[in-house]
Structure formats: structure tokens, C-alpha cells
């Protein structure tokens, strides 16, 4: 009887209703519980009925051509129950204890489609379009906002989302399409952004939506004596409260300062008032901010709000709040993997106030401008109506010390236009090796271009990121050519790090009339080594999408993987082969036959000694998808970037969990011996037990602390050692017990081919 009875009530009412969703209110946000009030009682428009508080809810949708843009059917089953028809939908039920609901919402569908003056059809959907509209609907950022979907279609999450599996009941592939492409004509509150799709994207799109399948819904003429009886409903129920017409003024009601938290419309079970559908947290929450309505916001609050209620904090972190989840980061893309993390994910908020100038920043938020080409993810344009106090808040708020910049003297133009020259190019710190620059592209990687820093950037901010890149971007590729505040080009104005940066600085505000550093031309070229370091960065087979190589005088060089934080590779010879096809990135290969080493995580924390290592995931054409898209980075894995020392010799940062690295390597060239000899030095917060991968392959022992495969030879640290077999082949582990705070391992490498 029990199973009997939910199945009627169920089946009677359709599918129970769901909270209201915001979806910024489901991720990592900022806000207090008074706060999340604050913020539901605009998003729910609570205050164009409740006047008297000096505050304005999100706007309505546009309902004039609702009748063309949504299915009658579904027209008219929304309006009866919103949240039974579009789970976690803003629209309250306004016809809960009506006993025509039925006739009042087909009366209220009869006059909104008389409005549309064009009838609701259907569409041919085109399979080639499904196809594109999933690509497309999973790499430019919906599922930011959205349930991804799984092979069969099927949303893969449900809470925090908002609903799109009624899409196909609801929308003509005409109107999503038109819906898709200018958004903000029928939602101009911004919710749902402005992706700055073309409209074979937007159909696309649509598409996939909707799906292949036939649609079966019914077409409706509006009838006249339902059409004056729908009207009448529409004022009776208050809707021109939200959704303005012509000609028609809402209803004021009580006063938001005077309303009861425990009744009426925040009441367990609303009657004759609109019902939202709140769960206990959010008349909690609403309770909490009606305490005191009219308490005044700082400027970080009203930010903190901003950011939530547009969801910005899904895809960027600011502070200690937001940012891509790890259920979602596979779905954040680039074209320049070499470039790692900083080129799928959206860059951080933090200071954005003092990083970018105000015209630039509203040249994103409102002009679709971007510099990053090669990142998936599309910026979201949600309307200057809805942001435009956004880029003054973050400046006042954003504050850095003033680093001064003063325009050069006549004198010394020349001076610091030379010098940004040459640091810019590769004769100095070789930055055209991974940046763009004036439209040219890199012979490497193709970073940002470098030229946009003067038009984009506050001086002092791009001060303090030159200084310390991995602090503002953490993971990002770009080595510390000021380690300590120091330069590590002493050639150039003396190895003083103030001018030099200021130089740079006069350099990119030179604009399009900078002058092309050396080496941004380059295409194909073979790198030698003569008498310093060298450090080359790009994508190598040997290591990877970001793949370091360093060689040193005598012909000793190696391969660094900074995705995987692992020496990839040994050989003696030449250095580098460069080959850029002037489309991709730029490519690197070692001029002799390399020792190639492991590529999985070199760091990890196993449950014992005989628990297997977590391997890199391999993709292939039978598995195209990556299994695991979170590895190394769910291993603890986190690059840091490195610096150079005065001799050039790098040094790798880098974590494993809570553990900070520094990993050195240098060459030792004498008596026919040719030995890499890398210190690895740990700082860690507390005492705990790390294993080092240190070779693989046909490894045998030779004495307690050295082992060999017929390519190289290892020296390790006395009593660390663990030989494993696995199949064929051993694995060499290194049981480091870390003591709390600071530990040095010494490890040496003999090429012996």
C-alpha cells in the first residue's frame, strides 16, 4: 500500500519538484549564509514584489516571443508546475492551490503565443551537426554551467546544474538555435552568457541538444476568448512583476523590511503565494539576510557576490575560493599542451584588479578580447548591463604596492630599448623561445604575445610576476630569471634586475614599432652548446608536451619532463635538433640516440613496498579518451617552475603532496667519465615516507648503492634502495624517509654509451 501510494502521488503530480539552482552556490564559494541570502533574494527577483529595499533582482526573460521560441506543450506545463517540468528552475508555482491550473495555464499559453507573431515549428535535425554540437557543447566551457553527457546522451551530474534534459520537449531547432546565438535577446540578465558563437555553431549546438530523434509536439492556434482569459490570468498572478509588458504595472506587496521569515513565500508549505520550492537551507539562508536587508556591502562583498552569481568562480579561482573542478578538468582543453595547466584553465582572480588595466578588462568582460587563442574555453559575455561595476570594484579593491615606472629620459631611450632587445631575445634570457611576439610566432611553444603586456598589464603587477611567475601562476613553464631579486644575466646593464625590468617594460610599450628580437624568426636549426648551459623548452617525444632540455659543455645533456616531473632522458654528444613547421609548436629532438629513461610521476607515496607505482595513462587509437586526465596532479604532483643560477645551470620546483622540491642537475666531464650528478633537496612540513622512481628496465645491482642497466650507471643513497621485480623487466625504488623540514639526496648518472 505504501509502494501503491507514493506511485499515485508521483505519477498525480509529476517529477518532484527541486530547489532553485544557482549554480555558483554549488561550487567553492565565498559567501556567509547571510550572504547566500542576499544573493538568493535577487536571483529568485524576491524584490519586485517586495519593494522599499533599494535593491534589484536579476532580470526576467523576455517573454514576447516565448510563444514562437518555446513548444506550446511545454509552454503550458511549465507554466502549471515549473519546478515538476525544469528542475531547479528560478519560476515559482503560482498555481499550487488553483483548481483550474489546467485551464489557467492553457489560457496563459493561448496569450503568450498570440504575442509571438510567428508560430512555433519544427526542424530536420542533421546527424554531421549532432556530432560538431557534442564536440563543441564539451570543449568551449558549457559544462561549466551544465551536466556533461555520456555516450548515450545521458547528463552525468544532477545537483549544482541546471537542467537541460527537457530541451528537446521545450525548444525548435530554430529557436535554440536563435536563442544560442544572441542569448541576451531573451535572458538579459546574463545568466545564460554569450559564448560568441557563429551561427553554424549555435545550430550545432542546438543539435546535440535537442537530438537525432523525431520530435512530436503540438502546434497552437491561439484562440481568442482564451487569449483575453490568459491575459487576464497574467495580471490576476502577478507575472508583470518579472516579466514587464506593456501597458501593465506589477503589484507591490509587503515591504522586503517587514516580511516574516517563517511565512508566506519562505513558509514550509506555501498556500496562495508563489512557491518556490525552497529546501531548509535557503529559507535559512534568506532568513539570515532579511535579519537585516538593508546592511551595507564592502566592496569585497559585493565582488564575492558578482563572481558567484554569474558563476565566474566555476572556471577561475580568486583568493581561496573557486576554480575548475577535478570532475570537470578533463574537459578544459588546449593546443599548446607543452604550455600545461595555464593554457586549459582560465587564469586566477586574484589580484585581477591590479594585474590588468581597467580598459583592458572591459575590453574581455564586454569585447570577447582574448590572448590566449589556444585555450579551449570560451570567456562567457554576460553584458555590460549586468557587469559594468565589476572592473572599478576589483581596481579599488586589488591593491599592490606601486612599483614606479617613470617614462625614460631623452638619454636613455636608446639605452633601455637596446637592452629590452636583447633580453627578449635568444641571446638573452630567450623568451621568443616559448611567447609570441608582435603577431610572429614562436619557434616553441606559442605563448601569449609578449607585445599585448604593455596594453594589458599594470606596471606593478608585471613587476612582481616577472620576479616570481610560479607565486601569481602556479604550475606555469616559465623559469625565475630573478631568483632572490637577482639577475642571472650579468652582462646586461651589470646584472641589475631593476633596470633590466624596466627596460623590458619600455621595450613592449614600444608597441608594433619594437623591433623583432633575435631568434623569433628561427624555423628549423640545430642548437649547440659552447661554453655555458643551455636550456631549450617544446615538445619532445623523449619528454613530452613540456619538455625541458638542458646540455652542458663536454657534450653531457638530459631531458626534463615538467609535466610528470621526471629526468626523461641522458645522451652524450650534440645537443638539440630544433624543427618548427611555422603551425605548431616547436619541436626538439636530442642529435644522438638518447638513454631514455621512465615517464610515469617520479614521486609518489605507496601503502607498502610491494604496492605497484601508479603508471602514466596511455592513449591510443583503440583508447582515445584519457582514463585518467587528473594524473600526476592526483598523485601530488605540482610544478613550480625553475630558475637559473649565474651560471645557467637550472633548478627544477616542483611538490610531491606537501613536500617542496628543488631539483638540481650538473655535469661532470673528466678522465673519459661522463656522470650527471643531481641534488634533490626536500622541504617537508612534516616527517613521512616518499618513494623516488629511479630507473626501470634490465636493472642489476652492483654493490649495495650502485646499479646499472647496459646503458647507464647509478649511484644511490646508502640504504634506500628497493629492487622490484615486474615481469620481464625490475624498477629501482628509492624508500626516502623524510624527516620534517630539510633533506638532500644525492644521485649520480654514468653514461656509459
Known amino acids: 500500500m505504501k509502494f501503491f501510494s507514493l506511485f499515485f502521488l508521483v505519477f498525480a503530480c509529476g517529477v518532484m519538484a527541486a530547489s532553485p539552482v544557482v549554480p555558483g552556490l554549488h561550487g567553492k564559494h565565498p559567501l556567509g549564509q547571510q550572504q547566500v541570502g542576499r544573493l538568493l533574494i535577487s536571483e529568485l527577483r524576491c524584490v519586485v ?9 536579476s532580470p526576467a526573460p523576455d517573454l514576447s516571443l516565448v510563444g514562437w521560441r518555446v513548444s506550446p506543450d511545454y509552454l503550458r506545463k511549465f507554466i502549471a508546475d515549473p519546478a515538476g517540468t525544469e528542475a531547479g528552475t528560478l519560476m515559482p508555482n503560482l498555481l499550487d492551490a488553483e483548481t483550474k491550473r489546467e485551464e489557467i495555464a492553457e489560457s496563459i499559453t493561448h496569450y503568450l503565443v498570440s504575442l509571438a507573431g510567428k508560430s512555433f515549428g519544427l526542424d530536420s535535425i542533421e546527424a554531421r551537426d549532432v556530432a560538431v554540437g557534442r564536440n563543441l557543447f564539451h570543449r568551449i566551457g558549457c559544462v561549466s554551467c551544465h551536466s556533461p553527457r555520456d555516450a548515450n546522451g545521458r547528463e552525468t551530474t544532477s545537483k549544482g546544474v541546471v537542467d537541460l534534459s527537457q530541451v528537446p520537449a521545450k525548444y525548435s531547432l530554430a529557436s535554440l538555435s536563435e536563442f544560442l546565438f544572441q542569448p541576451a535577446n531573451a535572458r538579459p540578465s ?5 559564448l560568441n558563437l557563429t551561427r553554424a555553431e549555435a545550430k550545432s549546438i542546438a543539435s546535440f541538444l535537442i537530438g537525432i530523434e523525431e520530435q512530436k509536439m503540438r502546434l497552437l492556434k491561439p484562440e481568442a476568448k482564451k487569449v483575453a482569459s490568459g491575459q487576464k490570468y497574467f495580471h490576476k498572478f502577478n507575472c508583470v512583476a518579472c516579466h514587464q509588458m506593456k501597458g501593465a504595472d506589477a503589484r507591490p506587496a509587503l515591504a522586503l523590511e517587514r516580511l516574516n521569515a517563517t511565512r508566506g513565500c519562505l513558509s514550509r508549505q506555501p498556500k496562495g503565494v508563489p512557491n518556490f520550492h525552497l529546501d531548509q537551507s535557503q529559507r535559512t539562508a534568506i532568513a539570515k539576510a532579511l535579519a537585516a536587508p538593508n546592511a551595507p556591502l564592502s566592496e569585497k562583498t559585493k565582488i564575492n557576490l558578482t ?4 558563476n565566474c568562480i566555476a572556471c577561475h579561482e580568486r583568493e581561496d575560493y573557486g576554480g575548475v573542478s577535478e570532475k570537470l578538468f ?5 593546443d599548446e599542451e607543452g604550455l600545461g595547466n595555464e593554457a586549459r584553465i582560465p587564469p586566477p582572480l586574484t589580484f585581477v584588479g591590479a594585474k590588468l588595466r581597467p580598459e583592458w578588462m572591459r575590453k574581455v568582460l564586454f569585447d570577447t578580447k582574448t590572448v590566449r587563442p589556444y585555450m579551449h574555453t570560451r570567456m562567457p559575455q554576460f553584458g555590460e548591463g549586468n557587469l559594468g561595476h565589476l572592473p572599478a570594484l576589483l581596481e579599488r579593491v586589488d591593491k599592490l604596492k606601486p612599483v614606479v615606472m617613470p617614462e625614460p629620459t631623452r638619454d636613455n631611450r636608446r639605452k633601455l630599448r637596446e637592452g629590452g632587445h636583447q633580453l627578449m631575445g635568444d641571446k638573452g634570457l630567450n623568451c621568443v623561445a616559448c611567447h609570441d611576439f608582435n603577431g610572429k610566432k614562436s619557434p616553441g611553444l606559442k605563448g601569449l604575445d609578449l607585445l599585448t603586456s604593455f596594453e594589458r598589464l599594470q606596471p606593478s603587477w608585471f613587476y612582481r610576476f616577472m620576479l616570481e611567475p610560479a607565486k601569481h601562476r602556479p604550475g606555469i613553464v616559465m623559469p625565475i630569471y630573478w631568483p632572490g631579486g637577482q639577475s642571472i644575466r650579468k652582462d646586461i646593464f651589470e ?11 619600455y621595450y613592449f610599450s614600444l608597441g608594433r614599432s619594437a623591433r623583432d628580437p633575435s631568434g623569433i624568426r628561427s624555423i628549423g636549426t640545430s642548437l649547440k652548446v659552447t661554453d655555458t648551459p643551455r636550456v631549450y623548452r617544446g615538445r619532445s617525444r623523449i619528454a613530452g608536451y613540456r619538455g625541458i632540455a638542458v646540455g652542458f659543455p663536454g657534450g653531457v645533456n638530459y631531458a626534463f619532463n615538467a609535466q610528470n616531473g621526471t629526468l626523461s632522458g641522458l645522451w652524450l654528444g650534440e645537443f638539440l635538433n630544433v624543427s618548427w613547421s611555422g603551425q605548431s609548436a616547436g619541436n626538439f629532438n636530442p642529435r644522438a640516440r638518447p638513454i631514455e629513461l621512465a615517464q610515469d610521476v617520479a614521486f609518489c607515496r605507496l601503502a607498502n613496498d610491494k604496492a605497484p607505482w601508479p603508471l602514466r595513462p596511455v592513449m591510443n587509437k583503440d583508447n582515445p579518451v584519457n582514463p585518467d586526465p587528473l594524473y600526476p596532479r592526483n598523485r601530488g604532483y605540482q610544478f613550480k617552475g625553475y630558475q637559473l643560477d649565474a651560471d645557467d645551470v637550472p633548478t627544477f620546483l616542483y611538490r610531491t603532496g606537501a613536500v617542496a622540491v628543488e631539483d638540481t642537475a650538473d655535469a661532470v666531464v673528466a678522465n673519459r667519465l661522463n656522470r650527471l650528478v643531481r641534488k634533490i633537496k626536500f622541504d617537508a612540513p612534516k616527517a613521512e615516507t616518499v618513494y623516488f622512481r629511479a630507473l626501470t628496465g634490465k636493472v642489476r645491482q652492483l654493490a649495495p648503492t ?3 642497466t647496459d646503458a647507464v650507471k647509478l649511484w644511490v643513497p646508502k640504504g ?3 629492487l622490484r621485480s615486474k615481469g620481464d623487466t625490475k624498477e629501482l625504488l628509492l624508500k626516502l624517509e623524510l624527516p620534517k623540514g630539510k633533506f638532500k639526496i644525492v644521485i649520480q648518472y654514468e653514461l656509459l654509451h
Open 330 to 334: 578533463r574537459f578544459f582543453g588546449t
Open 49 to 57: 514584489c517586495h519593494t522599499g529595499s533599494g535593491k534589484h533582482g
Open 190 to 194: 546574463g545568466r545564460m552568457p554569450d
Open 706 to 708: 650502485q646499479f646499472a
Open 307 to 310: 563572481l558567484t552569481a554569474f
Open 720 to 722: 634506500t634502495a628497493l
Open 495 to 505: 646584472g641589475d634586475a631593476d633596470q633590466q625590468l624596466k627596460a623590458l617594460w
